[in-house]
Structures are given as structure tokens and as C-alpha cells.
Nanobody, 119 residues
């Protein structure tokens, strides 16, 4: 089973940028859909972005569209989330996840990385 390790979280002022990375323990290209999710204190985990294994198409939550960009480095078995124009409401623990081909739900999760945006 694939293992996922996130990095790149931290504290940033509103309007700033951060880049999150997720390293996978095995080849992800054409094997897994990859996603980013986040969970703020007292709230449920929510979808942020994903990239499809089949054609590399990306999708974003409305709340981050135009500000966040997800990408995949097939050679390094990594995905990244470039976050710009950050807002205090983006503060959350961000999780990387993988969904096996044919699976309905994301079945592998990283441990999460904290992103804090100060106003």
C-alpha cells in the first residue's frame, strides 16, 4: 500500500504563498488519483483539489479556485499544491490522499501538515 508524507506547511501572513508537497512511497503515475483535503478546527474535512490518474485533469474547490494549483511530478512520485493569496480561512491541517484505480473513496492518507494564515 502506498504511503504518503506531506511537507511544506507553516505560518504565513494573509496574502502570502506556501507550497505543499506530498511524497509517495511508490509509483503513482497512472495508478492513483491524488487529492488534497483540509480540516480546520471544529470543521469537517473538505476537498481542496485533485488530479486524475488517467489524464492529469485537475479539479478545485470553489473556495480555492484561481488561488491554488495542484501539480504532479511523475518521475519523483510527488504531488504539490501551490497556494497563493492565502486567507485566514485557509488555516487548516492539509492532507494528501490517494485513490486506487477503481476505488470509490480515497483509501490512503498522509499524516497532514499544518497551514496557519495570520490576518
Amino acid at each position: 500500500q502506498v504511503q504518503l508524507v506531506e511537507s511544506g506547511g507553516g505560518l504565513v501572513q494573509a496574502g502570502g504563498s506556501l507550497r505543499l508537497s506530498c511524497a509517495a512511497s511508490e509509483r503513482i503515475f497512472r495508478r492513483y488519483d491524488m487529492g488534497w483535503f483540509r480540516q480546520a478546527p471544529g470543521k469537517e474535512r473538505e476537498f481542496v483539489a485533485d488530479i486524475k490518474w488517467s489524464d492529469g485533469r485537475t479539479a478545485y474547490a470553489d473556495s480555492v479556485k484561481g488561488r491554488f494549483t495542484m501539480s504532479r511530478d511523475n518521475a519523483k512520485n510527488m504531488v504539490s499544491l501551490q497556494m497563493t493569496s492565502l486567507k485566514p480561512e485557509d488555516t487548516a491541517v492539509y492532507y494528501c490522499a490517494a485513490r486506487s484505480r477503481g476505488a470509490h473513496d480515497y483509501d490512503y492518507w498522509g499524516q497532514g501538515t499544518q497551514v496557519t494564515v495570520s490576518s
